[in-house]
């Protein structure tokens, strides 16, 4: 039963990797404090598309991977 859990897991892992590596960075780093042409911060405004699918499916690998843990922790005792 371990290994049927820990699989998945290790895939679910590799592909959010994957996953985060692929989206682009909301902001700048610090290059973005001193107000250039970029007109202001953007907080929480996105125009949705690839980028807003990308996120979902980070977020649902996300909510996976944390419930295959629990799973490995309870299968390993």
């Not at 909301?26 to 980028?51: C, E, I």
Request: charge should be positive; avoid cysteine; proline fraction near 3%.
């Amino acid at each position: 039963m371990f290994w049927l859990i820990l699989i998945p897991f290790i895939l679910v892992s590799l592909l959010m990797v994957f996953l985060i590596l692929l989206q682009e960075p909301k902001q700048s780093g610090l290059g973005g404090l001193d107000g250039g042409s970029s007109g202001g911060m953007d907080f929480g405004t996105s125009s949705g598309g690839t980028s807003g699918g990308l996120r979902r499916t980070t977020t649902y690998l996300a909510i996976i991977w944390g419930l295959l843990a629990l799973a490995l922790q309870v299968v390993a005792r």
